[in-house]
Nanobody, 120 residues
């Protein structure tokens, strides 16, 4: 079992920055790939950043590439999402997700989400 708790959301003006954190507990954090998703009202959940278990590979969709950076500190069991040059369309609930494949079985856990609102 993995428990995930997001923090760092809030209200920010367009062009501003926020850093989200997701603290994990309960299992071996360093064995999980970590992903940030977001979901805006009336829209499907969207992947915004992912990072491998060792942190060696990251991935972003074009909508956030160059503005968002995912990182992890396995010693603190925490993953971060640095969001710069925020736009109103970045407004959403942001969710932290942990995934691990082990012997053909997927283990997956979600945080409760943190609201990010980009508005003047």
């Amino acid at each position: 079992q993995v428990q995930l708790v997001e923090s760092g959301g809030g209200l920010v003006q367009p062009g501003g920055s926020l850093r989200l954190s997701c603290a994990a507990s309960g299992s071996t954090f360093s064995s999980y790939a970590m992903i940030w998703y977001r979901q805006a009202p009336g829209k499907e959940r969207e992947l915004v950043a992912s990072i491998t278990a060792t942190g060696g590979i990251t991935n972003y969709p074009d909508s956030v590439k160059g503005r968002f950076t995912i990182s992890r500190d396995n010693s603190k069991s925490t993953v971060y999402l640095q969001m710069n040059s925020l736009k109103p369309e970045d407004t959403a609930v942001y969710y932290c997700n942990a995934k691990r494949w082990n012997l053909g079985v997927l283990s997956e856990y979600w945080g409760q989400g943190t609201q990010v609102t980009v508005s003047s």
